[in-house]
């Protein structure tokens, strides 16, 4: 049995991921650290896991989670875990980091956005977690950047069609929208009910950070440089992520090599569903789950392929993900502990 650790248990990513891993039938939680809730019982945080939890929160501590962890799960704000990942790994524990401290394969693409990066040695090491696509470099590392809920969303869709050179790399434009769990559990004055009840709104527009991490992995995909226009938004749901990708494609497409593309790609892969002709994903259908939809139209007065995608942002976007990536780099089925069925209403 698989014991790992959770720092940042009681966010939402973090208390996800608690959920996942104690329904998982070859990992268990053996440690989960709070800085806020330390000493308190988890289920005493999060009701809904009486009987299935019974763990109290801890401060954090590497040298217990090296000492009781075989993997460490880092859900906590960027910058703080590239402090105590180094430890970890050179303690033997192996890591999967829910922030943006190792995305990015070069120190300064991440200083440009974010900020001084104090283990530049470990980016070498880390693999960008996005399962489908990097599956075999998953395998054989210890580190694990888990991709960012936008990201993900973005490049499932976009990734095949790039590599098959089916669109012009410079029309890409992503347009997406996010549950307001996406913010996180920390209190700001955009996420309360009275500020995003009855709103639809756009934010960080052209600015947000996931743009760049958009483009790197675009770019090593293409071959070429690859750049965005990507516009979040803010959707008064609790979770869920819908994503649209308009782009001008390479000469003339048919719907039939799209779906050849996007099917060829993903066959195998069993949380990828390219969705049929006669509906479009659903924020809905992927609820609570790992899955991610992708349904896609050809505008073909315009030349336009329009590109669509559903998520969960909290668990294809964040902890699911982070599961199905320690999956893998412990050899198991990559889908245990994630094939729960969707709620049909």
């Avoid at 959920?19 to 939680?29: S, Y």
């Avoid at 990066?117 to 880390?126: S, Y």
């Avoid at 996010?178 to 960080?204: N, P, T």
Wanted: hydrophobic share 40%.
């Amino acid at each position: 049995m698989i014991k790992a650790g959770v720092v940042g248990a009681t966010g939402y990513a973090g208390a996800e991921l608690v959920r996942l891993l104690a329904g998982h039938p070859d990992a268990l939680p053996t440690i989960l650290t709070s800085r806020q809730f330390a000493g308190i019982r988890f289920d005493t945080v999060y009701p809904a896991m009486a009987g299935e939890v019974g763990l109290t929160c801890e401060s954090l501590s590497v040298e217990r989670l090296i000492e009781n962890c075989d993997v460490v799960f880092t859900a906590l704000p960027h910058k703080i875990p590239m402090t105590i990942v180094p430890e970890l790994v050179a303690g033997g524990t192996k890591v999967v980091d829910l922030s943006a401290d190792f995305r990015f394969s070069e120190a300064e693409q991440y200083e440009a956005h974010y900020q001084q990066h104090t283990a530049r040695d470990l980016l070498e090491k880390a693999v960008y977690g996005l399962c489908e696509v990097y599956r075999e470099a998953v395998q054989g590392t210890v580190l694990v950047g888990n991709p960012g809920c936008y990201p993900t969303s973005a490049l499932l869709p976009l990734v095949p069609l790039l590599k098959s050179g089916m669109l012009e790399v410079g029309s890409i434009v992503v347009d997406s929208k996010s549950g307001v769990s996406g913010a996180g559990r920390s209190l700001s004055i955009s996420s309360h009910f009275c500020e995003a009840d009855e709103s639809f709104k756009a934010y960080k527009v052209a600015t947000h950070r996931h743009n760049p991490e958009i483009d790197a992995i675009l770019s090593r995909e293409a071959g070429r440089p690859v750049s965005v226009t990507f516009v979040p938004h803010l959707v008064p749901m609790a979770r869920g992520m819908f994503t649209t990708i308009y782009a001008v494609s390479q000469g003339k497409l048919s719907m039939e090599e799209v779906r050849n593309c996007l099917s060829s790609y993903y066959e195998g892969r069993r949380f990828v569903r390219i969705v049929g002709p006669a509906r479009v994903p659903d924020t809905r259908h992927v609820r609570g789950t790992n899955y991610c939809d992708i349904g896609f139209t050809l505008d073909e007065p315009r030349g336009r392929l329009i590109l669509m995608s559903a998520i969960d942002n909290l668990v294809k976007g964040a902890a699911g993900q982070a599961v199905q990536n320690m999956n893998i780099m412990f050899g198991l089925d990559e889908t245990a502990g994630l094939t729960n069925v969707p709620f049909p209403v």
